[in-house]
T-cell receptor, first 115, second 112 residues
Framework: DSGVTQTPKHLITATGQRVTLRCSPRSGDLSVYWYQQSLDQGLQFLIQ???????AKGNILERFSAQQFPDLHSELNLSSLELGDSALYFC??????????????FGSGTRLTVV | AQSVTQPDIHITVSEGASLELRCNYS??????LFWYVQSPGQGLQLLLKYFSGDTLVQGIKGFEAEFKRSQSSFNLRKPSVHWSDAAEYFCAVGPGYSTLTFGKGTMLLVSP
């Protein structure tokens, strides 16, 4: 157990629907990162939060949004889902902003299947 | 912009043989470099990291990596591979204060 908790582990939904993925960072970590992993694109950075504030955006679609709450858990919202959104979504956390103090700690991911 | 290239998509190694996984990076300053391993159905686990100092770094599970600035490389090595090492390996690069960029991974297959 890495200490980063992601729920749900699996999600199957239909095109056009909206889903919410949840991440609880490791205790003491202030920064949360969301990554999308697909066979063709590999691990793509989506968005980063630090202590409740958005810090960096990567290849995140406008249909996707995220937030980090006061208790530091984060949610990734995916709307108007398309077949191509099917992927493994990872959350990672770190103590500080960035990997300087030892890299990221990853959760076990949420596998999203859009049918 | 930073980038990582892992030239080998798949590598097959016999159990007990040595292993080297290649990683080349592009980054404008001294990078923070990482190797992660992902077993099927699992998240990514940190194997080792390089920030500064000794260019040969030791990690968990008997892995080591060598930073070569002149070649922009950070190759992962293990002297004797075990069947349990079969997994996907990711190299990552970034500044210490911001997000990491990952390579597309190398799948390691271990043959008996």
């Amino acid at each position: 157990d890495s200490g980063v908790t992601q729920t749900p582990k699996h999600l199957i939904t239909a095109t056009g629907q909206r889903v919410t993925l949840r991440c609880s960072p490791r205790s003491g970590d202030l920064s949360v990162y969301w990554y999308q992993q697909s066979l063709d694109q590999g691990l793509q950075f989506l968005i980063q939060y630090y202590n409740g504030e958005e810090r960096a955006k990567g290849n995140i679609l406008e249909r996707f949004s995220a937030q980090q709450f006061p208790d530091l858990h984060s949610e990734l919202n995916l709307s108007s889902l398309e077949l191509g959104d099917s992927a493994l979504y990872f959350c990672a956390s770190s103590v500080v902003e960035g990997a300087a103090l030892g890299g990221y700690t990853f959760g076990s991911g949420t596998r999203l299947t859009v049918v | 912009a930073q980038s990582v290239t892992q030239p080998d998509i798949h590598i097959t190694v016999s159990e007990g043989a040595s292993l080297e996984l290649r990683c080349n990076y592009s980054y404008g300053a001294t990078p923070y470099l990482f190797w992660y391993v992902q077993s099927p159905g699992q998240g990514l686990q940190l194997l080792l990291k390089y920030f500064s100092g000794d260019t040969l770094v030791q990690g968990i599970k008997g892995f080591e990596a060598e930073f070569k600035r002149s070649q922009s490389s950070f190759n992962l090595r293990k002297p004797s591979v075990h069947w349990s090492d079969a997994a996907e390996y990711f190299c990552a690069v970034g500044p210490g204060y911001s997000t990491l960029t990952f390579g597309k991974g190398t799948m390691l297959l271990v043959s008996p």
